[in-house]
């Protein structure tokens, strides 16, 4: 048996909470490598849905959760997360739960400095959840962060307080924003430390262990390669390496350990925020797939912006995130629709592109090049088997492995967990 590394292929919201926690119950540990509390994961198990922002999805199935090093954490976030879940019957303990104690943290003024710089960008907004994953990240490779393992030495809290606070009140005020003491922090760090540092652990420890042992291990992306800081629709990015070689960097393995990527992608695509979008649909098409998919953020709420699949998008996320094999999710929200497309190509200035160009500006102007095909008017939702697909939803999806040039391994037909068409096991060694 191999690990598995999912990660998003589109702009996330793909449904990879629902594909980690049914591929859970085939691994032993599960991963989160890069991002923090600004991306949700929805699972629905039988009446109760659960909300995952920071835990990894494999908890709900009660496997081993391990947050690694390339997660930056908000420990209120965290903590009242796992107050959350302990509640509808999840248990979470420094047992079942490990954070590496390398990770860095989310403070109070990196929020507050992220939405006072969204304020101040006025119509070029990026369109960020104000949760202050990017400033944690500067901070991180700035190297004046508070990492997990600093709460237990508190001279090194004491130095890296007075050059965090200079540096963020100097911003902050610039910004015409409040201003922290040092304090306030103090009181803040004091307030968390106790339940917090349990959860240290040397992660990249337990998951050397782990692969001895010949566990699997499931490593679960947040966000998707077109958020992605290098490779995705910048500066309509996140502030991490969304591609699937952060699952080594991000959780302290090698890259062997990655095992089989599979990339998450959405029949139809979304998008939450600002950036473009070429395929986007602002007519009652659009509107449909949104109401039908009930297509609002997991953590802002917020509603997706919806469009035709994006096949040029979907090719790179493959070559770049290095993806083994898709799960095609949501393929039951467009039962009944009599016509369906995919976007194939892009039009710039009146030439054809077969790749998205990197400039902003070009990004902004290219039109989608779409590919109609006939739609399907009997359900797909709930199909368990491939013969249980209308026809016209087979070619759907054999058309889309034919443009993204990866097998579509995994069907999702609807959110519920066992409503899934396994055509080929990501876990089976190759």
């Not at 589109?10 to 509390?37: M, N, P, T, Y």
């Not at 949760?131 to 090194?156: F, N």
């Not at 609002?296 to 994006?310: A, E, K, L, M, S």
Request: aromatic letters at 6%; one cysteine or more; charged letters at 25%.
């Amino acid at each position: 048996m191999s690990n598995v590394t999912v990660i998003g292929t589109q702009w996330g919201d793909e449904g990879k909470g629902k594909i980690v926690d049914w591929l859970a119950s085939r691994a032993d540990v599960v991963v989160r490598f890069q991002g923090g509390h600004n991306a949700g994961h929805t699972l629905v198990v039988g009446d109760q849905v659960y909300k995952l922002s920071l835990l990894p999805s494999g908890l709900v199935r009660g496997k081993r959760g391990m947050i690694g090093n390339g997660v930056v954490v908000d420990p209120e976030a965290l903590l009242a997360e796992i107050d959350r879940v302990s509640a509808q019957g999840l248990k979470v303990t420094p047992e079942t739960l490990a954070v590496s104690e390398t990770a860095p943290l989310i403070l109070p003024f990196h929020g507050a400095l992220d939405r006072a710089r969204e304020k101040a960008r006025g119509s070029h907004k990026i369109g960020t959840t104000g949760r202050g994953i990017g400033p944690a990240y500067e901070d991180k490779v700035a190297r004046r962060a508070i990492r997990l393992c600093d709460l237990a030495e508190p001279e090194t809290l004491d130095w890296k307080l007075d050059e965090l606070l200079l540096h963020h009140n100097t911003l902050l005020k610039g910004l015409g924003a409040p201003t922290y003491t040092k304090q306030e922090l103090q009181d803040w760090l004091a307030a968390i430390t106790p339940r917090l540092l349990p959860y240290a652990r040397p992660v990249w420890d337990d998951l050397d262990e782990a692969g001895r042992k010949g566990e699997r291990i499931l490593f679960e992306g947040a966000q998707a390669v077109m958020l992605d800081v290098d490779h995705g629709t910048y500066p309509f990015v996140t502030s991490s390496n969304t591609v699937a070689a952060t699952a080594a960097s991000g959780s302290g393995m090698g890259p062997k350990a990655i095992g089989f990527v599979l990339g998450i992608a959405k029949a139809y695509t979304t998008r939450v925020g600002e950036g473009p979008f070429p395929s986007e649909l602002f007519d009652d098409v659009g509107r449909g797939l949104g109401e039908r998919g009930h297509e609002f953020g997991t953590v802002t709420g917020r509603p997706r912006r919806c469009g035709w699949f994006d096949a040029v998008m979907v090719r790179r996320a493959v070559r770049v995130g290095g993806v083994t094999g898709l799960a095609l999710t949501k393929l039951d929200v467009l039962d009944g629709m009599e016509e369906v497309a995919i976007c194939v190509g892009y039009e710039l200035d009146g030439k054809r592109l077969d790749s998205f160009p990197s400039a902003p500006g070009a990004q902004a102007r290219v039109k989608p090049v779409l590919e109609k095909m006939p739609g399907w008017s009997e359900t797909t939702a709930g199909a368990r088997s491939w013969a249980e697909l209308p026809a016209n939803a087979v070619k759907y999806v054999r058309r889309i492995e034919e443009l993204t040039g990866a097998p579509v391994t995994l069907l999702s037909t609807s959110p519920e967990r066992d409503d899934t068409i396994l055509m080929q096991d990501p876990f089976v060694a190759r």
